[in-house]
Every structure is written in structure tokens, then in C-alpha cells.
């Protein structure tokens, strides 16, 4: 007779939520995933208003190099594969002060003859830049197993394949983007430095980002972040899973120190031998079970606001010809403007012409997005909805002004198709102060790393992108599998999945 397989019981269907639930099934578990909205993919996700299809998550897929082990993550879970188009674009992105325009471009050699070029007085610190970008290339989320998990075998691998990233970190490790800016002299470059990442996050972070593009190891899937999330939810599906959606938890259920299974909205309760929380862990802790769980460093950087920001966006999407020549992304001076608690005096354009799929014949999506955090989240929660809905509309006709004062030929050819702010998230996905990243890597504070179990319970294990700074989709992907991977090494079982 069949024996009964044990089940796990997943809450959340984002990236990492799914990927708990395809390597359970792989692993031979039954599993079933809880997802409070309609369509799996939390923040990775895209969504279509008046026939144009906005794309709003992956700027950059880390993991796209075949020789990676990531790779090999993102094709067990039917992310991408051999065959997988990915968009044919050559810039990182441009950086306009005044007439000066600089790129960098994805061919490394490239940026650095036109940096030479145009900013010479700045040559010994541009070669020196590009130098330690070739060394960010060999820098690997370790993917295969987590690094409690390794050996002195792995250990030394990893050193091996990682040789030059310990440069990388000496010489950029402890300087933000802000002052690695400074160090040049030309003023585009000093805004360049600092114009993609904010001027607070470590400046090795824009490095290794930087780097992940130069090394094609970064490139962006053809039809964008819900067509992957879609393949993902595919494979879970056909490989046996089930997918519940528009099913929120309401409670995770502990009894005798073991988690049990899970308490819906309407208080069904479901039991499972093991459950994986793959939502934000602001929510876990607080929400789905008691706060006192939460691991000590995390809690701190919960309440130490200002030494752990976070990353969210006021964000707004237009229609615009596909002749608009500003192509792929431009950072430019503008006309200061407020937006939630702080001043923005330069302002980003992305142009989504890549994609056809995207957009009617003719047309294109152009997006804007301004960085927001901890206190714009609290000056938004503060609007009453008439208040909210009005400071929306006014910020995003102040955006389009100004948009089109940097590039005239968008005159009466620009219209706005949505607006959207960190309150969004934080509805869409219980994102905490509407966080779409983890904690921001800052040169003051500790990177976030913990294992993703619950001290005091059995059976329950944390996945998602908090698990470990910066979070971003490899981390959400991988923390899935090491969930799973946890659960196999109790039960004395071997963990390659
Ligand atoms: C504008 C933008 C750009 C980005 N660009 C990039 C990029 O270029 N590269 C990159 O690597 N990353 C990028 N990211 C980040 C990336 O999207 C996230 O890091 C990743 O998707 C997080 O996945 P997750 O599964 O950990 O969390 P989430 O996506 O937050 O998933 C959690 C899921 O749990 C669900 N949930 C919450 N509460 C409950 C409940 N009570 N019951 C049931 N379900 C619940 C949520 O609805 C959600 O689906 C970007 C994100 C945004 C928004």
C-alpha cells in the first residue's frame, strides 16, 4: 500500500514561497501554497491599464549565466532556461548633467574609453572603477546549499571561484555611493555613482550590480516579471503542488513548541507535518505568530529605523511613441520636487521599448520611479484616502512636467497610465513600510544573515528575500530551497535537491 506523504503547507506564493513548493515536491513532499492574492508573484509582478502591460519588477536577473549555480536554481524552478530571450539591450544606464551624458555600458571596455574620453581629468580613478568591476564579476550568491550547511570543501571552492571579491570589498567595502562619487571630479560622474543605488548603500553593492550586467550574468527575461512568475506557478503546478489563491492566513498554529499547520481568514484550519512562512517577516513576526520569536538582530534592525533603511518607490508608468529616442535608462536634473518627506532634484526615465510584447504597435512604456523610505511610508500612511489619491494625481502631472522639460519631443505625446507609492505594497503584499528589497546594506550597519528557522518550534522554517541583505529575487528563490533543504537535514535525509 502507497504510503501517505508528509505534506508542507507554504504561506505566501511570491518567488520565494514557489520555490519552496517546487523543491518539496521535488524533495517528495506533498505541498501546497496559501497566497492572499488573486495572482501568485507578490513583488514580482506586472500588471495592464489601457491595453499597455506594465512590467515592474526585474531591472536585472542575477543568474543568468549558464556556469553560475544559480542558474541551475532558476531553471529548477522553470524560471528560465537554454531557450529563455532575454532583452537586447547594451546599457546599464546613462547619466545626463547639463549636455554631458555618460553610459555604462554592458561591455565594460566600452564605458571605459568613453569615461576617458569625456571626463579625462577623472582617468586614474575610471580605470581604477573598471578594474574592480571586472573583480565584482566573479562575485556568486552561493546557491547550492546554505552556508551552514557547508563544508571546508565548499569553503574553499567558493574562495577559489570569489578569488578577486575580497578586493572589491577592501577598496569599496566601507565607502557609500555618495563617496565613492566624491572621489571624482568630473560632476557627472559624482552624480552617476550615486544615481542608480542611493547615496547610502555600500558602494561595492553598485559595484557587484554593475558587474552582474558587464558579465551577462544580469540580463532581463523577454515579457518580464509576471510571465516568470507565471512559468514558475506552471511548474509548481505540473510538478503536482497546489496553488491556492486569494486565500490570506490569518495564524501560523503552534502547539506543544511545534508548528501544526495554519489558521486561515475564516479560521479553516489546515494542518501539515511542516510549514514555511515565505512572507515578509515584518508580518510573520507579529502578525502570523508572536513577536517574541523574532531573532534578535532582526528585531533590532526593526527598530533601529534609521541605521536599517528600506527600499520603496513612488512610481509611475506612461504611454509614449516608441520613437522617443531617450532609450533604456537616463538619469537627468530636474526642478526640485517633494515627494513623501524628502526633495528630488534628479529623476529617472525607463524606457520599456525593449519589449514589444509590452505596448500597441507604436508605443512604449516609459516609467518613472523616486526612491522612497521608512519616513516617506509614514507621510503617505498619513493621507486620508481623498488626501492620498490628490497627492498622487498632483505628484505624477509634477513628474510629467518635468519630463517633458528634459525631452520636448515627449510634448503632448506622454500619458500617464497608473501611480503608484509604497502604501501599494504594503496592501498588495504585507510588505513592511512597503519594502520591496530587504534592509538596505549601509557602510554603518550589519548585514542581515540568520537561518531561517524558528528558535522554539519545530516544523517551521522561514524562506524570502529578509532572510539576507539586500534580498532582490536570487535571494527569495534560494531561500526557498533552503528551507526545504533544512527540513531533509533533520529528518537526517540527503539535501541535494
Ligand atoms: C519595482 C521593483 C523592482 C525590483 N527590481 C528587482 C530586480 O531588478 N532584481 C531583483 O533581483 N529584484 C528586484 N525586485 C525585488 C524582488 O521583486 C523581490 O525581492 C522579490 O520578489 C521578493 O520575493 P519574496 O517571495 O521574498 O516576497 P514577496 O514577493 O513579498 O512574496 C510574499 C508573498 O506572500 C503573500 N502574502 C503576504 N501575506 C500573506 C498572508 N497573510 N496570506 C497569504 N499570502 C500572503 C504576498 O501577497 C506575496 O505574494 C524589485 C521589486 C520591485 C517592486
Not at 565594460?108 to 575610471?126: G, H, N, Q, S, Y
Request: a neutral charge; glycine letters at 8%; proline letters at 3%.
Amino acid at each position: 500500500m502507497a504510503q501517505n506523504k508528509e505534506k508542507v503547507v507554504i504561506v505566501g506564493g511570491g518567488i520565494a514561497g514557489l520555490s519552496a513548493g517546487i523543491y518539496a515536491l521535488m524533495a517528495g513532499f506533498d505541498a501546497e501554497v496559501y497566497e492572499k492574492n488573486a495572482i501568485p508573484g507578490g513583488e514580482c509582478m506586472g500588471w495592464s491599464r489601457n491595453g499597455y502591460h506594465i512590467d515592474n519588477c526585474i531591472h536585472w536577473l542575477t543568474g543568468t549565466d549558464q556556469n553560475t549555480g544559480l542558474w541551475k536554481v532558476w531553471k529548477d524552478v522553470g524560471a528560465i532556461d537554454e531557450n529563455t530571450e532575454y532583452a537586447d539591450t547594451a546599457k546599464f544606464y546613462s547619466s545626463r548633467v547639463g549636455d554631458t551624458e555618460l553610459t555604462l555600458w554592458k561591455d565594460l571596455d566600452r564605458t571605459e574609453k568613453e569615461l576617458v574620453e569625456k571626463c579625462p581629468e577623472d582617468e586614474a580613478e575610471i580605470r581604477k572603477f573598471i578594474q574592480y568591476v571586472r573583480y565584482a564579476e566573479t562575485c556568486q550568491i552561493p546557491s547550492i546549499k546554505p552556508m551552514d550547511m557547508m563544508g571546508v570543501k565548499d569553503y574553499i571552492e567558493m574562495g577559489k571561484a570569489m578569488a578577486d571579491m575580497p578586493k572589491v570589498m577592501k577598496e569599496y567595502g566601507r565607502i557609500s555611493c555618495r563617496e565613492l562619487g566624491m572621489r571624482f571630479k568630473s560632476p557627472v560622474l559624482r552624480k552617476m555613482m550615486s544615481d542608480y543605488l542611493p547615496g547610502e548603500y555600500t558602494a561595492y553593492s553598485f559595484l557587484v550590480s554593475y558587474a552582474t550586467m558587464t558579465s551577462g550574468n544580469g540580463n532581463i527575461p523577454m515579457k518580464g516579471s509576471l510571465a516568470m512568475t507565471l512559468r514558475i506557478a506552471d511548474r509548481f503546478r505540473k510538478l503536482g503542488g497546489v496553488l491556492h489563491t486569494s486565500v490570506s492566513v490569518k495564524e501560523i498554529i503552534i502547539r506543544n513548541k511545534k508548528a501544526e499547520g495554519i489558521k486561515l481568514e475564516d479560521s479553516t484550519e489546515v494542518s501539515a507535518d511542516h510549514v514555511i512562512s515565505a512572507v515578509d517577516t515584518d508580518f510573520l513576526y507579529g502578525r502570523l505568530i508572536d513577536r517574541k520569536y523574532m531573532p534578535s538582530d532582526l528585531a533590532k534592525a526593526y527598530e533601529k529605523r534609521k541605521e536599517y533603511p528600506i527600499t520603496t518607490g513612488f512610481q509611475v508608468a506612461y504611454a509614449i511613441d516608441d520613437s522617443f529616442s531617450g532609450e533604456d535608462t537616463i538619469f537627468f536634473d530636474c526642478e526640485p520636487l517633494k515627494v513623501g518627506a524628502r526633495s528630488f532634484s534628479r529623476l529617472s526615465v525607463k524606457n520599456y521599448a525593449y519589449d514589444k510584447s509590452f505596448a500597441p504597435e507604436g508605443k512604449a512604456v516609459l516609467q518613472a520611479n523616486l526612491l522612497q523610505t521608512d519616513e516617506d511610508y509614514l507621510f503617505w500612511e498619513s493621507l486620508s484616502p481623498e488626501e492620498y489619491k490628490a497627492k498622487k494625481a498632483e505628484l505624477a502631472g509634477e513628474i510629467t512636467k518635468r519630463i517633458v522639460t528634459e525631452f520636448p519631443e515627449l510634448e503632448g505625446r506622454i500619458e500617464l497610465l497608473d501611480a503608484w507609492t509604497p502604501l501599494t505594497y504594503n496592501r498588495y503584499c504585507n510588505a513592511y513600510h512597503g519594502s520591496y528589497m530587504g534592509f538596505v546594506t549601509t557602510v554603518g550597519n550589519k548585514q542581515m544573515r540568520f537561518k531561517g528557522v524558528v528558535k522554539g518550534v519545530s516544523d517551521l522554517y522561514v524562506a524570502g528575500q529578509w532572510i539576507m541583505s539586500p534580498g532582490g529575487l536570487p535571494i527569495a528563490v534560494i531561500s526557498g530551497k533552503f528551507a526545504v533543504q533544512r527540513i531533509l537535514k533533520k529528518q537526517g535525509r540527503s539535501i541535494d535537491i
